[in-house]
């Protein structure tokens, strides 16, 4: 037998160190969490502030975080749950829910610091001031000072708020969903460092972007096409898979006027809503706790009560066997007759 060399002996698993919960757990990217969060020294106590993106199973939420010693810091939270206030019911995760949910976070937190009308963002629908204004998504940015800003004008007294893009452990593929919320949150204003090479319409082979592939993703209009495939070709799917649809009267045609809606109602009103007061049974009331006295009284009622159970058991166990000697005599009496 040849020799084997034993690499995993005592001495390595003395020196064995575990790897940090997150990263055993598989949550945590904790290469990609460093660079996003270390800060140059000679900036003292300036944070660096991230958009954060996740998809959970029925909705998509986003977060603008920064980071402390003692833990992570949310300054605004938005999630599509909330977007049946501004009228969209159905399709809370999908490409189009994920952009409005990226421009509620960016509408709420810039209300919250006072630069909500300095930077409006991209508008989506009709500008008031440009009767010929047509929405574009468009990689927007202004250089100055030798820096590059994703905005498209800058002001004289305050920047723009700058956030770097946080998606965790999902894949970056072209034209998934976290980009769409990072389009949204641009559009709301925010500075966002980005290019165009994620985004859908994005041609690697061409090295072309096509934008209008991107706005019709924006719009829904993807979902309004697989809908007029379906009602087509398979009117039955149809009626199970778009259901929420038919129950909320949407049409096929309806969908791109409700996205347009649902982000002018947004920019009217991000903040968030008011906490409903609790309404439960406030009836119910815990009972005192009892003192030891109480306690050890308790006890010797239940061990009097126990006793005096027993004491029956046995007083009608006697009794059965002083029936049964009665009727073993009698019978041996008649016998003997």
């Known amino acids: 037998m040849p020799f084997v060399k034993v690499v995993k002996?005592?001495?390595?698993?003395?020196?064995?160190?575990?790897?940090?919960?997150?990263?055993?757990?598989?949550k945590t990217d904790y290469r990609a969490r460093k660079r996003l969060i270390t800060q140059d020294r000679n900036k003292y106590n300036s944070p660096k502030y991230r958009l954060v993106v996740r998809l959970s199973n029925r909705h998509c939420i986003c977060q603008i975080v920064y980071s402390e010693i003692t833990g992570d810091k949310v300054m605004a939270h938005a999630s599509s749950a909330e977007m049946p206030r501004y009228g969209l019911t159905v399709g809370l995760k999908n490409y189009a829910a994920c952009y409005c949910t990226g421009l509620l976070v960016a509408r709420r937190l810039l209300k919250e610091l006072g630069l909500d009308e300095i930077y409006e963002g991209n508008l989506t629908g009709e500008d008031e001031e440009d009767d010929d204004y047509e929405y574009s998504p468009e990689v927007i940015s202004t250089s100055y000072n030798k820096r590059t800003y994703y905005v498209e004008e800058l002001n004289e007294d305050k920047n723009p708020f700058h956030a770097l893009l946080?998606?965790?452990?999902?894949?970056?593929?072209?034209?998934?969903?976290?980009?769409?919320?990072?389009?949204g949150a641009v559009d709301g204003g925010l500075d966002v460092p980005h290019s165009e090479?994620?985004?859908?319409?994005?041609?690697?082979?061409?090295?072309?972007?096509?934008?209008?592939?991107?706005?019709?993703?924006?719009?829904?209009?993807?979902?309004?096409?697989?809908?007029?495939?379906?009602?087509?070709?398979?009117?039955?799917?149809?009626?199970?898979?778009?259901?929420?649809?038919?129950?909320?009267?949407?049409?096929?045609?309806?969908?791109?006027?409700?996205?347009?809606?649902?982000?002018?109602?947004?920019?009217?009103?991000?903040?968030?809503?008011?906490?409903?007061?609790?309404?439960?049974?406030?009836?119910?009331?815990?009972?005192?706790?009892?003192?030891?006295?109480?306690?050890?009284?308790?006890?010797?009622?239940?061990?009097?009560?126990?006793?005096?159970?027993?004491?029956?058991?046995?007083?009608?166990?006697?009794?059965?066997?002083?029936?049964?000697?009665?009727?073993?005599?009698?019978?041996?009496?008649?016998?003997?007759?």
Do not use: C, W
Request: glycine share 4%; charged share 50%.
């Open 9 to 26: 002996n005592k001495a390595y698993f003395k020196r064995f160190q575990v790897k940090f919960r997150r990263r055993r757990e598989g």
């Open 166 to 183: 946080d998606i965790g452990i999902q894949t970056t593929s072209t034209g998934a969903r976290i980009f769409g919320a990072l389009k």
């Open 197 to 337: 090479k994620r985004f859908p319409g994005y041609d690697r082979d061409a090295k072309e972007y096509d934008a209008d592939v991107h706005k019709e993703r924006i719009f829904g209009e993807h979902v309004a096409e697989y809908m007029r495939y379906l009602i087509e070709e398979d009117a039955a799917k149809y009626a199970t898979q778009f259901a929420e649809y038919v129950a909320a009267e949407i049409e096929v045609d309806d969908i791109e006027e409700l996205y347009q809606e649902t982000h002018a109602k947004i920019r009217e009103d991000p903040a968030k809503a008011a906490k409903k007061p609790f309404e439960g049974d406030k009836s119910f009331k815990r009972m005192a706790k009892l003192t030891y006295d109480e306690r050890k009284a308790r006890v010797e009622a239940k061990r009097a009560e126990l006793n005096a159970s027993d004491d029956e058991e046995e007083e009608d166990e006697e009794e059965e066997e002083d029936e049964e000697e009665d009727e073993d005599e009698d019978e041996d009496e008649h016998d003997e007759f």
